[in-house]
């Protein structure tokens, strides 16, 4: 609304200051604004590619010395940071040679240009009212033009930022706004877009919170963009194949735990060592699922050891998030490691024994969604009742435990067997869990 304002309180100062000026004046600077955008246009579209090409290299080149070498690896980065320099460089360049061209052309019109159209237009006839018609018309393209130029880049940013329910700026033209900053190396990604689908990212992500039941769709977004699938991928990939090795990536380097802890950590790398932007594109949606599942549970709590197994505990969570992971075909292997990690990481907690050697080698896939969410509810019942167990006055740790209780473990324990994702196996570890409850004194 304020814009429309401008423009008409701009537009009418002009037109009317200039109905008793010449006709053919306003024609010409009408020309003149055409060429001054034009030339500007040109001169900064050939500045900006360059320039934009040489700087993304230099970034990446400097983030790769404060950070690590390994980063000048990432090829989908330094085209990134291309893109975002090109974007301003354009824009800045636009508005300067815009200036400059705007003032030459200016001076040469009141020196030389008004006279020779001045002269011009005294030969010749016009109907007064299509001299007054002309000017306004004249001025008010003359107008709309230069607001055209000048709020395109602001009003594109506004307008792909701001909420539905929020006015948008007018007289905002994508397809100009696209050709300016478009890369000469890169022209199938039109900048309006990348900019609209990854405030659409961003927004998502902000509006992930404990009170919403529902998390937004992230995904879809996400895979129209070019950029953010592209580069998240090549940077998790790689920093997954450093983590893998023992090795540091963005300053940043995270020592492989031993037992279980280290086959869960191993097997999450080894989702992110396959990203690419296809796979990453449909993962995110997962990520943020699991985010919002452990942000309602309590994050700061699960960090936790009491808190970690209270929620393994909760046969909601534990349903929740095994679907979550069956969902998505690259986060589905994880479950069984999840139910190994889930049990061995409680009985090591109340002093039991399981081995660490288990691996299935089911197909989650294959399986129902049922079977998985019957395989969360056994996993969380036998924590469950072994944590209540513990409870009281820590028996098991103590190896102080009722009958009573050693069969009420027991049965628990034995309806691993009709576990669907250790398969064959699942025999083997009630046996030794069943085994390793026996051992205990009462």
Not at 336 to 344: F, H, M, N
Request: net charge negative; hydrophobic share 45%.
């Amino acid at each position: 609304m304020i814009v429309w304002i401008i423009f008409f309180i701009i537009a009418g100062i002009l037109i009317c200051s200039r109905l008793s000026k010449s006709f053919g004046r306003s024609y010409t600077s009408l020309g003149l604004n055409i060429a001054s955008c034009l030339i500007s246009f040109g001169l900064a579209r050939i500045c900006a590619n360059s320039m934009a090409i040489k700087g993304g290299k230099e970034i990446l080149q400097f983030l790769g010395n404060e950070y690590g070498a390994d980063l000048v690896e990432i090829a989908s980065l330094e085209e990134f940071f291309a893109f975002l320099g090109n974007i301003a460089i354009s824009i800045v360049m636009f508005y300067i040679f815009y200036l400059i061209i705007s003032i030459i052309l200016t001076i040469l019109k009141h020196l030389f240009i008004y006279k020779k159209v001045d002269d011009l237009q005294d030969k010749q006839e016009t109907n007064v009212i299509l001299k007054k018609l002309g000017i306004v018309v004249s001025n008010l393209i003359s107008v709309g033009l230069t607001f055209i130029v000048l709020i395109t880049p602001f009003g594109i940013a506004y307008n792909c930022i701001a909420e539905k329910t929020t006015s948008k700026v007018p007289f905002v033209s994508e397809s100009y706004f696209d050709k300016l900053t478009q890369m000469s190396n890169n022209k199938d990604v039109q900048t309006s877009e990348e900019i609209k689908w990854t405030s659409a990212v961003i927004k998502s992500i902000i509006d992930v919170n404990a009170e919403k039941k529902t998390v937004p769709n992230i995904s879809i977004p996400f895979s129209k963009t070019h950029f953010l699938p592209t580069v998240i991928a090549d940077v998790g990939s790689t920093a997954a194949k450093h983590w893998k090795n023992g090795e540091e990536f963005l300053g940043y380097q995270y020592d492989i735990p031993s037992g279980r802890e280290g086959k869960l950590y191993l097997d999450v790398l080894d989702v992110f060592e396959n990203w690419n932007k296809e796979a990453v594109s449909q993962d995110v949606q997962t990520i943020m699922e699991l985010y919002k599942l452990l942000l309602d549970y309590g994050i700061d709590e699960i960090q936790e050891d009491d808190g970690l197994l209270d929620a393994l505990s909760n046969e909601n969570f534990m349903e929740n998030l095994f679907v979550i992971l069956y969902s998505n075909n690259d986060f589905a292997k994880l479950i069984p490691i999840t139910v190994e990690y889930g049990l061995g990481t409680t009985f090591d907690y109340v002093g039991l024994e399981l081995d660490e050697n288990y691996s299935s080698n089911i197909d989650v896939t294959s399986l129902s969604e049922e079977d998985v969410r019957r395989e969360a509810r056994i996993v969380s019942g036998i924590i469950k009742t072994t944590l209540e167990i513990y409870e009281t006055n820590q028996k098991i740790q103590n190896k102080e435990i009722t009958i009573e209780d050693v069969q009420r473990l027991a049965e628990e324990v034995s309806k691993l067997k009709d576990s669907k994702v250790f398969g064959d196996i699942a025999n083997e570890i009630v046996l030794q869990l069943t085994n390793s409850i026996s051992a205990l004194e009462f």
